[in-house]
């Protein structure tokens, strides 16, 4: 059994605990952090709009890319030592929502923590990646809270329906 835990800064935690509870002993557990392509690029862009092609060498895209790499070698690293047991820690880099889909293909489960409005019960609870990846995942997913979930009774009210006519 596959099970990937996809580790993301605020959440991490909750789902690496969750891979814990609910991973067999046996399972193989993949930790897996994406680096998003969007930072590095919005950096290049705005240094090649600026100062144009000159000094490829200053591109602070790269910079942005090594930080990031960085960042999620810390955050897996962190995981991995929570979680406390053997495991695989994967780095990618792309779009974050796509590459977390593909990285799930063949896997028995993947653990996700909702990361939108954590106030209240309802579909805005996942952020617009999350949302995808629930949506598109080619294998079950585990969705936690990274936090106690809030009561029922934040429960958004129905939406208004028009009276039935006769």
């Known amino acids: 059994m ?14 690496v605990d969750a891979a814990r509870t609910h991973a067999p002993s046996d399972a ?7 680096s998003g392509s969007e930072a590095p690029g919005a950096a290049r862009g705005a ?26 070698e810390h955050l897996l690293a ?6 406390g047991r053997p495991c695989t820690r994967t780095e990618r880099r792309g779009r974050v929502e796509r590459e977390v889909v593909a990285a799930a293909e ?4 993947l653990i996700l923590a909702r990361d939108g409005d ?7 609870s996942l952020g617009p990646a999350s ?5 598109h995942a080619p294998c079950p997913v585990l969705l936690v809270w990274p936090e106690a979930a809030p009561g029922t009774d934040t429960i958004p009210p129905p939406p208004p329906h028009p009276p039935h006519h006769r």
């Open 47 to 72: 240094y090649a709009g600026l100062f144009g092609r000159a000094r490829p060498d200053r591109d602070p895209g790269t910079v942005v890319e090594h930080l990031a790499t960085e960042a999620g």
């Open 118 to 124: 954590r106030t209240h019960l309802g579909p805005r």
């Open 78 to 83: 962190d995981a991995a030592e929570r979680l």
């Open 106 to 109: 063949g896997a028995d489960l």
């Open 2 to 15: 596959t099970v990937i835990a996809w580790i993301v800064e605020g959440t991490w935690a909750a789902c």
């Open 28 to 34: 193989d557990i993949v930790l897996l952090h994406v």
């Open 131 to 135: 949302r995808f990846i629930v949506d």
